[in-house]
């Protein structure tokens, strides 16, 4: 979908969760590169730090799967550097095994992470994106979460979590004048990637193979595009895209009718 909607990147605070290393560290330094005012949030203090430093953005240690500390964190962060007008929610690690040797608390850490993580880092900043009017929520999901990737059962559920999140997100948020958009990256090269490859199955590496490692850099620029033109689904290649219009058909067609339904059990005008 795309909006006619500019973001005045130099008047904007652009606030990253996993903003130390790897897609979320190349968002925060993209935006930071366009004059934003950049807030990074991860759990480790020197990383933080070090990434932040040279991008000259300000940071905080918050753990997204902690729903209090992180809401602190970010308020910490709007007070010193303005109300929160971009989140990039960032956070997420994948454990790929076979379904029966992947151990059940991976299952519920994945998701706690990777979900649960994206809810709580969206609950920290909508309720202030509603009063004002404005704002862009950015949750990452994962090729995998549109597409059944041998290996990925422990994963690959958490990234469609937040895919089908950010689709009943919309609908309360919209009218309000919040943008929810959904990043949908390959393997990209990152030191997430670089862990994760240590325990993949074969099965699984040869599947992934179909789509060659991205550059963070390059996700990172397709990310500051999306948000620029208001897009709700952000891909950097080929397959990803083909998967989110094939997925998406009905979607789409439907938005309009269930839009109208919502105002009008509300008692909205329009
Ligand atoms: N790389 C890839 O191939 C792909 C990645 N993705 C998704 O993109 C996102 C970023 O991936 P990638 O860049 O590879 O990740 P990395 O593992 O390289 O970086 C993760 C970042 O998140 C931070 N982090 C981890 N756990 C927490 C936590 N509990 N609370 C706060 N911060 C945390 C890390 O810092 P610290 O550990 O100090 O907290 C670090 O900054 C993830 O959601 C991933 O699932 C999707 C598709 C492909
Ligand atoms: C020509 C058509 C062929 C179709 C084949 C389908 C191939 C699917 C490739 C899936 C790649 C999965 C990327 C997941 C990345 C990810 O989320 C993890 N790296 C997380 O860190």
Request: hydrophobic residues 45%; positive net charge; proline residues 7%.
């Amino acid at each position: 979908m795309r909006r006619k909607r500019r973001i005045d990147w130099p008047h904007a605070h652009v606030l990253v969760t996993g903003g130390s290393q790897g897609i979320g560290a190349a968002v925060a330094r993209a935006a930071a590169a366009r004059g934003a005012t950049v807030s990074i949030l991860a759990r480790g203090e020197e990383l933080l730090r070090a990434t932040a430093e040279p991008m000259g953005a300000n940071w905080a240690v918050a753990d997204v799967t902690d729903p209090a500390g992180l809401s602190r964190a970010v308020e910490q962060l709007e007070a010193r550097s303005g109300p929160c007008d971009v989140l990039v929610a960032c956070v997420g690690t994948a454990l790929p095994g076979r379904f029966l040797e992947v151990p059940v608390e991976e299952f519920e850490s994945q998701m706690r992470l990777n979900y649960l993580g994206a809810v709580h880092a969206a609950r920290a900043v909508l309720p202030g994106m509603v009063a004002r009017g404005r704002g862009t929520v950015v949750l990452t999901s994962s090729t995998a979460g549109l597409i059944g990737v041998v290996g990925y059962s422990g994963y690959a559920p958490t990234k469609a979590a937040v895919h089908e999140l950010a689709h009943c997100l919309r609908y309360e948020v919209q009218p309000a004048g919040v943008t929810v958009a959904v990043l949908y990256p390959p393997d990209t090269d990152t030191p997430g990637l670089a862990v994760e490859n240590t325990r993949k199955p074969p099965e699984t590496v040869a599947v992934s193979g179909a789509v060659a490692p991205v550059s963070a850099d390059k996700v990172a620029a397709a990310v500051l595009k999306g948000i620029e033109q208001g897009r709700h689904h952000i891909s950097v290649d080929p397959l990803t895209r083909v998967l989110v219009r094939a997925g998406g058909i009905a979607e789409p067609l439907l938005r309009p009718f269930l839009a109208r339904t919502i105002r009008r059990s509300l008692g909205t005008p329009g």
